[in-house]
């Protein structure tokens, strides 16, 4: 039986005081177990990308627990969740967010190298990521060299370095024509599957969605199953 990687209880986060309280998230409860790719699809304004920040450890719930691999997050210190996000948890967005002067190996090897992994290491199995996501033949190139499609690619290569054991995506093909999304969200599954991550990725893409273990959606501050 797969192991669960991630697990809110019944999460609560909202903005503002008083009469301006605005209530995103109301008792949410998800699991995402170990090798599952979970799509959320849900409109503009729902609370989406709230609930990958505080799935993410970037923002604390008002209510509730976010457990990473059976951990308890909510009363860490915000050290204890710094580490927790650098050891446990990639991050893949819309926009790469490359460091623009290195190289794509440079760029996957870096998160190696500062979690404390040596250069050789880093390198050979920064060149294994840009292997299985088929662009090793970039490796020494920069991001303004590279395609969209590319530049993703690498960013995917980078968010699994540390071998995370969650992956948190928004809307990770949201720039990309039809074709390239697909082949970046499929090199994206494979790594997800192949390194026994727990994915929970944000997309309007339907087609997309479709292609993952389960779909839910966010209604009146609740996850609940989506039928797409």
Same mark, same amino acid.
């Given at each position: 039986?797969?192991?669960? %990687?991630?697990?809110?209880?019944?999460?609560?986060?909202?903005? +503002?005081? +008083?009469?301006?309280?605005? %209530?995103?998230?109301?008792?949410?409860?998800?699991?995402?177990?170990? +090798?599952?790719?979970?799509?959320?699809?849900?409109?503009?304004?729902?609370?989406?990308?709230?609930?990958?920040?505080?799935?993410?450890?970037?923002?604390?719930?008002?209510?509730?627990?976010?457990?990473i691999c059976g951990q308890a997050t909510t009363h860490l210190s915000d050290r204890g969740r710094t580490q927790m996000r650098r050891l446990s948890i990639g991050y893949v967005y819309q926009f790469h967010h490359l460091l623009p002067e290195f190289s794509a190996l440079e760029n996957v090897s870096m998160p190696q190298l500062i979690a404390g992994l040596g250069?050789?290491?880093?390198?050979?199995?920064?060149?294994?990521?840009?292997?299985?996501?088929?662009?090793?033949?970039?490796?020494? %190139?920069?991001?303004?060299?590279?395609?969209?499609?590319?530049?993703?690619?690498?960013? &995917?290569?980078?968010?699994?370095?540390?071998?995370?054991?969650?992956?948190?995506?928004?809307?990770?093909?949201?720039?990309?024509?039809?074709?390239?999304?697909?082949?970046?969200?499929?090199?994206?599954?494979?790594? &997800?599957?192949?390194?026994?991550?727990?994915?929970? $990725?944000?997309?309007?893409? %339907?087609?997309?969605?479709?292609?993952?273990?389960?779909?839910?959606?966010?209604?009146?501050?609740?996850? $609940?199953?989506?039928?797409?």
């Open positions: 039986m797969s192991k669960t %990687h991630l697990k809110l209880t019944n999460v609560h986060r909202h903005y +503002g005081e +008083g009469e301006k309280r605005i %209530h995103v998230l109301e008792d949410v409860s998800l699991t995402v177990a170990s +090798g599952e790719l979970v799509a959320l699809v849900a409109p503009s304004g729902a609370g989406k990308s709230t609930l990958l920040h505080v799935s993410g450890l970037l923002e604390r719930p008002q209510a509730g627990e976010v457990e250069q050789k290491e880093a390198d050979r199995h920064s060149m294994e990521l840009l292997e299985v996501l088929g662009i090793a033949d970039r490796a020494t %190139h920069r991001p303004a060299e590279l395609s969209g499609g590319e530049q993703q690619r690498v960013a &995917i290569a980078r968010a699994t370095a540390n071998s995370p054991h969650v992956i948190l995506a928004d809307e990770p093909t949201g720039n990309l024509d039809p074709a390239t999304s697909d082949r970046v969200f499929d090199a994206l599954a494979v790594l &997800i599957r192949e390194r026994g991550a727990a994915a929970l $990725i944000a997309t309007h893409n %339907h087609d997309l969605a479709r292609k993952a273990d389960r779909i839910v959606t966010l209604q009146d501050g609740k996850v $609940i199953p989506a039928n797409i």
